[in-house]
């Protein structure tokens, strides 16, 4: 099973230089986030989706933009990189949110994005 | 403001061992909480969770214990193995519809 997939692994970007980090999965999962996690910290959440054609900023969304056309794609984009962004970023899913029902977040291998 | 506080960024502990993975948390909204595990170049996953309905859930080796009144929770590891060397997240959920508040993580390592 694929669970969470998402593009590229690393990228180095320059400052000004425009990105999309890819995401999709497989689960049929209605809700998807991404998150960010800088050195030392924990995941701090950056946009999220109820289901396709809704989106939702999180704790940090300055800076990015997403998009939700499908259940299975979730794209987040830098439009303008700056150092700042240079993080892991972790796109994740799950069937529902409130996870009183014992329901699990599954989350991608992570991007590796480096802003020089 | 940090809402679930991992104040000890590491532990060391002997293989076979208890190991002991504090958490607190300011919001007393939080209802249900959860532990992640991450290895490494991967994604966390989940490990363990607990509503604030519970004191303790258990599950194999994993026991999450959770203080409501001190607003604790910890995580035991009896006995530790060296596969469990990983960086541990404590998670908090208020309310339904709410997403995930993370902690910064602790490194664990067990020593063969």
């Known amino acids: 099973n694929a669970g969470v997939t998402q593009t590229p692994k690393f990228r180095i970007l320059k400052i000004g230089q425009s990105m999309t980090l890819q995401c999709t999965q497989d689960m049929n999962h209605n809700y998807m986030y991404w998150y960010r996690q800088d050195p030392g910290m924990g995941l701090k959440l950056i946009y999220y989706?109820?289901?396709?054609?809704?989106?939702d900023k999180g704790e940090v969304p300055n800076g990015y933009n997403v998009s939700r056309s499908t259940t299975e794609d979730f794209p987040l984009r830098l439009e303008l990189a700056a150092p700042s962004q240079t993080s892991v970023y972790f796109c994740?899913?799950?069937?529902?949110?409130?996870?009183?029902?014992?329901?699990?977040?599954?989350f991608g291998e992570g991007s590796w994005l480096t802003v020089v | 403001d940090q809402q679930v506080k991992q104040n000890s960024p590491s532990l060391s502990v002997q293989e076979g061992r208890i190991s002991i993975l504090n958490c607190d948390y300011t919001n007393s909204m939080f209802d249900y909480f959860l532990w992640y595990k991450k290895y490494p170049a991967e994604g966390p996953t989940f490990l363990i969770s607990?509503?604030?309905?519970?004191d303790k859930n258990e599950d194999g080796r994993f026991t999450v214990f959770l203080n409501k009144s001190a607003k604790h929770l910890s995580l035991h590891i009896v006995p530790s193995q060296p596969g469990d060397s990983a960086v541990y997240f404590c998670?908090?959920?208020?309310?339904?519809?709410?997403?995930?508040?993370f902690g910064k993580g602790i490194t664990l390592s067990v020593r063969p």
């Open positions: 989706s109820v289901g396709a054609g809704i989106t």
């Open positions: 994740a899913s799950s069937y529902r949110t409130g996870l009183h029902s014992g329901n699990t977040i599954y």
């Open positions: 998670a908090a959920i208020a309310g339904a519809n709410s997403k995930l508040t």
């Open positions: 607990i509503s604030s309905i519970k």
